[in-house]
């Protein structure tokens, strides 16, 4: 069974700040990994897929690595800036059905 | 291309009611998800579905809860006789037909409050 696990749980910066989120998962063995983010009482935005044959994935300021066969994703944010408060979830495909991460609440103060 | 339509929205049951979610793919899928998230919890895999059959819902709940997706119209998530513990966010996500191994797309999500 697959198990995805989100560090820190919380975290609060400064407007500016770089940001980095970490996700780590139990079984190598995945399709692919996708970063979300989720606003207070909203849906899920999708920010990153990386599939597993891949190292990175580049999208404006947000950057993901990932790392199978360490069982490791990191989600980096350049320049935070207030609107990047959220909480950003970590999903890791094995088969066919995602395990979600718990979670990372970010908040940037201005 | 719309995206994945679920409704409504926003959903309020008393205890014993029945709530019937619904969800539309994008155009083109077939393969649907749905996914709960409890208060303060992360998204948990219910139930994985293709046009009138149901793959994998070995994350519902033994009872009261039950799914499907016809070969028209939408993907309808069914509880009966809800109870406080249901009241959740209910997602559903759809992938295209090639497999269930594609990236998959997520609805707005329906809040369920039950009083």
């Known amino acids: 069974k697959q198990e995805v696990t989100q560090i820190p749980a919380a975290l609060s910066v400064p407007e500016g700040e770089n940001l980095v989120l970490n996700c780590s998962f139990t079984?190598?063995?995945?399709?692919?990994l996708q970063w979300f983010r989720q606003d207070p009482g909203k849906g899920l935005t999708s920010l990153l897929l990386?599939?597993?044959?891949?190292r990175e994935q580049t999208s404006g300021r947000l950057n993901a690595s990932l790392d199978k066969s360490s069982g490791r994703s990191t989600l980096y944010i350049a320049a935070s800036q207030p609107g990047d408060s959220a909480t950003y979830l970590c999903?890791?495909?094995?088969?066919?059905?995602?395990?979600f991460g718990a979670g990372t609440t970010v908040t940037v103060r201005a | 291309n719309a995206g994945v339509m679920q409704n409504p929205r926003h959903l309020v049951r008393r205890r014993g009611q029945e709530a019937r979610l619904r969800c539309s793919p994008m155009?083109?899928?077939?393969?649907v998800y749905w996914y709960r998230q409890l208060p303060e919890e992360g998204l948990k895999f219910m139930v994985y579905?293709?046009?009138?059959?149901?793959?994998?819902e070995s994350g519902m709940p033994k009872e009261r809860f039950s799914a499907e997706f016809p070969k028209e119209g939408p993907s309808i998530l069914r509880i009966q006789q809800v109870v406080r513990g249901d009241s959740a966010a209910y997602f559903c996500?759809?992938?295209?037909?090639?497999?269930?191994?594609?990236?998959?797309?997520f609805g707005p999500g329906t809040r369920l409050t039950v009083l």
């Open positions: 996500a759809s992938s295209p037909p090639t497999g269930g191994l594609n990236e998959q797309f």
């Open positions: 079984d190598s063995a995945i399709y692919n």
């Open positions: 990386i599939q597993s044959s891949q």
């Open positions: 999903a890791v495909k094995s088969d066919y059905k995602l395990s």
């Open positions: 155009k083109g899928h077939s393969h």
């Open positions: 579905l293709q046009k009138e059959n149901i793959i994998d």
